[in-house]
């Protein structure tokens, strides 16, 4: 009778401890939910560009005089077709159709690609479309 009695009192402690091990877990990890959530939403709160600044950004239309290093939107993945306008980002010269980047300018401030903010300098400093282009061999794209 005294083994049954210390058997019992022995589940008993480590159901206890084994409980408390449970509940210990999941409060750290409603926790870490918690401070997730306020870094993620103040990481991705919408920071996007004013429309008056992405209007500022020039645009080209694309012809068979106007070549450029890519043959994509690296937004929508769609190639590039003459008579299409695109809006050349200052300071990378990155190109993208203007409905992608207006559309991705609503929600962030940073160039698709390299991720070089718009916001750190301004729009008006824009790189000239006339000055020459090279591609990947060194040929002038103009």
């Known amino acids: 009778m005294n083994l049954i009695v210390n058997i019992m009192w022995i589940v008993l402690l480590c ?16 926790q870490r939910r918690r401070t997730s959530e306020v870094t993620t939403q103040t990481l ?5 560009l004013e429309k008056s600044v992405v209007v500022q950004i020039s645009t080209r239309v694309l012809g068979s005089e106007v070549k450029i290093s890519v043959t994509e939107c ?13 809006r050349v980002l200052p ?3 990155h ?5 992608c980047i ?5 929600s962030h401030c940073s160039c698709p690609n390299c991720r070089n903010c718009l916001l750190e300098q301004p729009v008006d400093s824009v ?7 090279l591609n990947i061999h060194g040929e002038h794209m103009v």
């Not at 991705?44 to 996007?48: A, C, L, N, Q, R």
């Not at 190109?95 to 409905?99: L, R, S, T």
């Not at 790189?127 to 282009?133: E, Y």
Request: aromatic share 12%; with cysteine; hydrophobic share 45%.
């Open 15 to 30: 159901g206890l401890i084994a409980s408390f091990g449970v509940f210990q877990v999941m409060r750290y990890a409603i």
């Open 95 to 99: 190109e993208f159709h203007v409905g």
């Open 74 to 86: 690296t937004i929508c993945l769609e190639t590039f077709e003459d008579g299409e306008n695109v």
């Open 91 to 93: 300071h990378c010269s």
């Open 127 to 133: 790189v000239a479309i006339s000055q020459p282009m």
């Open 44 to 48: 991705e709160d919408p920071v996007g």
């Open 102 to 106: 207006d559309k991705w300018f609503e």
